[in-house]
Each structure stands twice: as structure tokens, then as C-alpha cells.
């Protein structure tokens, strides 16, 4: 993990800010789902993804494939096949 030198605090109902720049670089927006996991002392943040969802459209299309690790659904395949 990388550090980003960026502190918030939790405000009395246990909310707090991810800073403007940090949204925008992972394209989460209001409404984004995001999963909450813990490693010990650690909290980890990330956008919820569902099972089978594509990682360039986010579409749960129910036919992707997975190549080179990544979900990829059949629209995106073949817009692929047009570069």
C-alpha cells in the first residue's frame, strides 16, 4: 500500500472525507458502493464490484471471461476486436 499523506478525522457520527482527488483518481461518485474489509489493526477500502462484473464497463452481463485477470463481457470484447 501506498501512503498519501492525507489525515481525516471521524466526526461524532463515525463519518469522514475521502478528499476530492482521491474520488475523482478512482472514479467514485455519489452513490458509489464501497466495501469495507479489516486485516487486523488495518481498514481497507474498496469500490464494491460485483461477482462477474466486467473491469472495463462494470456490467454484470453474466458473459464474461477472464483474461490475464481481468472480467471482460462480451460488448467489451468486441469493441476490443475493433482497435
Known sequence: MKSTGI???VDSLGRFVLPKEL????????D??????????????????ADGCCD??????????LFRGKRICAA???ELAKL
Open 7 to 9: 489525515v481525516r478525522s
Open 23 to 30: 474520488r475523482d483518481s478512482f472514479g467514485i461518485t455519489t
Open 32 to 49: 458509489t458502493p464501497i466495501e469495507i474489509f479489516t486485516d487486523g489493526n488495518t481498514i481497507l477500502l474498496r469500490k464494491y464490484r
Open 56 to 65: 472495463l464497463c462494470g456490467e454484470v452481463t453474466g458473459d464474461s471471461i
Open 76 to 78: 467489451c470484447r468486441k
